[in-house]
């Protein structure tokens, strides 16, 4: 599986958008990008994926770059509740998901 | 719609003891994996079981092992414990193992003594 580094930790003000960038540039042609959130005590929580074209759903958008190297989430407008480890994954083949460290969001008022 | 449902929510042994932890996924959802949580290691895949059937496998030694039954429930168990397996274990399933979207329970909380 692909690795992927991510900065330890960020801050955002409540209200405003919060960028979380990934790189990953080992991955392969036919290697998803994955984004999980996981939120103090409970279970990681599913974000958003994508392949190569940029996604957007309810909670955000992810835009990865073309070469395909590096990718960024978006949350439009974070809030407080949205204080969390973010965890970008690449995923060959649907196969297990490596986590990786993540970076711890801090959303403050 | 219920969302994974672990047991027990805390539990609390001494080195050498065995444990069973239950995990009933999503109703529909026939693929259940397994991590393993610490501060040090961050999150860990264990082992993801599909059809009754183990597909894939960490890399965990032989003390843990788990099984799922015809109605997709799960069970994992570690023998012999030890210290270095207080962790925070998630029971994520998915509607077939080729699905990317994962559901986590909320975990159970072991502590080793």
């Known amino acids: 599986d692909a690795k992927t580094t991510q900065p330890t930790s960020m801050d955002c003000a409540e209200g405003r958008a919060a960028n979380l960038p990934c790189n990953h540039s080992?991955?392969?042609?036919?290697?998803?990008v994955y984004w999980y959130r996981q939120i103090h005590s409970q279970g990681p929580q599913y974000i958003i994926h994508?392949?190569?074209n940029n996604e957007t759903n309810e909670m955000a958008s992810l835009i990865i770059t073309e070469d395909r190297k590096s990718s960024t989430l978006i949350l439009p407008h974070a809030t407080l509740r949205d204080t969390a480890v973010y965890y970008c994954?690449?995923?060959?083949?649907?196969?297990?998901?490596?986590f990786g460290s993540g970076t711890k969001l801090n959303v403050k008022p | 719609k219920a969302g994974v449902t672990q047991t027990p929510r805390y539990l609390i042994k001494t080195r050498g003891q065995q444990v069973t932890l239950s995990c009933s996924p999503i109703?529909?959802?026939?693929?259940v994996s397994w991590y393993q949580q610490t501060p040090g290691q961050g999150l860990q895949f264990l082992f993801e079981?599909?059809?009754?059937?183990?597909?894939n496998k960490g890399n965990f030694p032989g003390r843990f092992s788990g099984r799922q039954f015809s109605n997709s429930r799960s069970e994992m168990n570690v023998s012999t414990l030890e210290l270095g397996d207080s962790a925070l274990y998630l029971c994520?399933?998915?509607?077939?193992?080729?699905?990317?979207?994962?559901?986590f329970g909320s975990g159970t909380q072991l502590s080793v003594l």
């Open positions: 080992t991955i392969s042609g036919n290697e998803y």
């Open positions: 994508g392949l190569k």
């Open positions: 079981y599909f059809s009754e059937t183990q597909r």
């Open positions: 109703s529909g959802h026939r693929s």
């Open positions: 994520a399933s998915s509607l077939a193992p080729q699905n990317e979207k994962l559901f």
């Open positions: 994954i690449v995923l060959y083949n649907f196969n297990k998901f490596y």
